[in-house]
């Protein structure tokens, strides 16, 4: 079960910098980089001569149960039987793999599909990303609870959220997802500006999860739900559009995590099916909000808070498997450098996932997982949406390097 990929332009995450070397894997992890040596007889070889190859990409927000070819949110499985939503689920994770993402956090499920494709990935039934879970996320008594009927449970005061919080846990979830603040993809009643969780209880959330060597992962855009996060102890806050420089200089001192998913409106924009099915009121939040959430981002890496790459594939328009189009994002839209950007798609998600002994680099002990391409993304980070080769523990899943 020995592997030498061999010939490639290895990217080191922590210099920044190519070297020509051959990776040996030898049952699913990397045993060298750079060793000595030639393959034996019963070794395979994968020839990757010339590519730039990278640590398997970390998205650590999707939702693979969300069908983005319905750009309608108003209860997309609506009239639906639940195994479509399973199978669905099952491509998505395949579609999410070979574009070059070897793991993946889902960040809200529907009625626990998610999690079966976890466990059949786990088993070697089905192909798909290292899968991390939340389950059904927590949301306070609100409109937008029918539009996502398998994907929230409802909890209002410290008690519920604790009891919903294990409800998840039991179902198999590997992280619990709260929601802080009101969203975009939701009713006419609801506003992204204003808080839904008060500060008891997110702190009741982070308590269960934490307490259970899990971590609690807060959606939230409106700047106090941010700023609660931060001071509960939230490992993460999702999208984090409408903070300020004290919130974010918060975010830094606890070490709380952002993943900005900036790319869900550039999705949206770019695939006009999905704009033009789009309930208006939705549509137009996606538009304006686009340019605080760049800058907001680009504010917060300047202050210090950790990055972590998320996609939000899953809302409309944002197709599982172009998972790349965030990295190319923050680097086009919110002003990061491609290093920094890879970097946040590495080690900021193993970080993140407290996994950074095993993911997030191309060094000896870590999972086998490597996504190669033909073109430089650091000289062009454009090149970072053509993916030509994924291994995921050692094993190669796709290779269009040669064809
Ligand atoms: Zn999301």
Redesign the pocket.
């Known amino acids: 079960m020995a592997a030498w990929i061999r010939g490639g332009q290895v990217y080191d995450v922590h210099t920044g910098e190519y070297r020509e070397v051959d990776i040996q894997t030898q049952d699913g992890r990397i045993a060298s980089v750079g060793a000595s040596g030639s393959p034996s007889g019963d070794d395979t070889v994968v020839d990757v001569a010339g590519a730039y190859l990278f640590p398997g990409f970390i998205d650590c927000?999707v939702?693979l149960c969300m069908p983005t070819e319905d750009g309608n949110p108003a209860n997309p499985w609506m009239g639906k039987l639940p195994g479509e939503t399973a199978i669905y689920a099952a491509q998505a994770a395949e579609r999410t793999l070979m574009g070059g993402v070897t793991t993946a956090r889902d960040?809200?499920g529907w009625d626990y599909h998610e999690i079966a494709v976890r466990n059949l990935i786990n088993r070697g039934k089905l192909k798909g990303p290292r899968l991390f879970c939340a389950g059904k996320l927590l949301s306070i008594t609100t409109s937008t609870t029918a539009y996502y009927p398998g994907m929230y449970d409802t909890a209002n005061g410290v008690d519920e959220v604790r009891a919903m919080a294990r409800k998840q846990l039991a179902m198999g979830a590997d992280l619990i997802k709260i929601m802080g603040t009101g969203a975009l993809t939701s009713t006419e009643y609801e506003d992204a500006r204003a808080i839904q969780f008060q500060l008891d209880e997110v702190k009741a959330a982070v308590a269960i999860a934490e307490e259970n060597y899990k971590h609690c992962a807060a959606?939230a855009h409106a700047c106090e739900g941010i700023r609660n996060a931060a001071l509960a102890g939230c490992r993460s806050v999702?999208h984090g559009s409408f903070g300020d420089e004290d919130t974010y200089a918060l975010m830094a001192e606890k070490g709380t995590f952002l993943v900005p998913t900036v790319c869900v409106h550039s999705a949206l924009t770019a695939d006009q099916t999905a704009f033009d099915n789009l309930l208006p009121h939705i549509r137009q939040r996606y538009i304006d909000c686009e340019e605080a959430h760049l800058k907001n981002t680009k504010l917060a890496q300047h202050v210090g808070v950790s990055i972590a790459m998320g996609t939000?594939a899953g809302?409309p328009g944002n197709h599982h498997g172009d998972n790349m189009q965030e990295i190319e994002r923050m680097v086009t839209g919110a002003g990061l450098t491609p290093r920094q950007a890879i970097e946040s798609a590495t080690m900021g998600g193993a970080n993140l996932l407290r996994r950074e002994n095993e993911l997030g680099s191309l060094d000896a002990g870590k999972f086998g997982d490597i996504v190669g391409f033909t073109a430089d993304p650091l000289a062009d980070i454009h090149a970072i949406r053509d993916v030509a080769l994924v291994i995921k523990g050692g094993e190669t899943m796709r290779n269009d390097l040669n064809g």
Do not use: A, I, K, L
């Open positions: 927000h939702h960040v809200g959606h999702e939000d809302t």
